[in-house]
């Protein structure tokens, strides 16, 4: 199995530019779950699917992130448009329990 | 207040020591317990899981303690290798997301 495979691994972008992340979740985990990384605020629960369907996205910070999970084995985050306090590492991981965690290699996103 | 709480470091300890990290979690209805380890640029990856009569896996022992609400991670005879941040996870009845602590950092100096 190749794991939870995240793209792309860093991004630059320009403050105002569209992004988008991109995570394929192990086969058969029916959980993904996205998480941001900062040196401040450590690893934070962003949103979570079950089964595709988004269950809690009481983390995504405003309107401006919004994710997607059209089919079992593909999922989205974007941030339109970005913001330079957007830079940091964006995680995906998916499970089939909560005991299973595994998470891609996550991408690194600049804004400038 | 966090979910989890712990020293963030660092920690920097001789080869051979042993060192110890604490974290502690707010809610009482709390089920899951595990440490992570995370490498520099690297993703989370699950060290062990915590269970309530306390578990050992070589020289990594975790420990639970529900009254006081804390959780401990004993890392004996440190090498090199170890040097990593440690994450305190914590998940509550019900739930199936993680909440993570900040982690401590380790450094194991020759």
């Known amino acids: 199995d190749a794991g939870v495979i995240q793209s792309p691994r860093h991004e630059v972008t320009e403050m105002g530019q569209e992004v988008t992340l991109r995570c394929k979740p192990i086969?058969?985990?029916?959980?993904l779950f996205w998480y941001r990384q900062t040196m401040m605020r450590g690893l934070e629960l962003l949103i979570y699917?079950?089964?595709?369907?988004?269950?809690?996205d009481s983390g995504m910070p405003e309107d401006r992130f919004s994710a997607k999970m059209p089919n079992a084995s593909f999922s989205t985050l974007k941030i339109q448009p970005s913001e330079p306090r957007d830079s940091a590492v964006y995680f995906c991981?998916?499970?089939?329990?909560?005991?299973?965690?595994?998470f891609g290699s996550g991408t690194r996103l600049t804004v400038v | 207040r966090k979910e989890v709480e712990q020293d963030p470091g660092p920690f920097n300890v001789p080869e051979g020591a042993t060192v110890a990290f604490n974290c502690t979690y707010s809610n009482s209805a709390s089920q899951s317990f595990f440490w992570y380890r995370q490498d520099c640029r690297k993703e989370p990856k699950l060290l062990m899981s915590?269970?309530?009569s306390g578990n050992e896996d070589g020289r990594f022992t975790a420990q639970l303690n529900r009254a006081s609400q804390y959780i401990s991670l004993l890392i004996r005879d440190s090498k090199l290798s170890d040097s990593a941040t440690y994450l305190c996870v914590v998940t509550s009845t019900g739930a199936n997301n993680l909440f993570f602590g900040t982690g401590t950092r380790l450094t194991v100096i020759p």
């Open positions: 915590v269970y309530s």
């Open positions: 699917f079950n089964n595709n369907v988004p269950i809690d």
């Open positions: 991981a998916s499970s089939k329990t909560s005991y299973g965690y595994t």
């Open positions: 086969s058969g985990h029916d959980y």
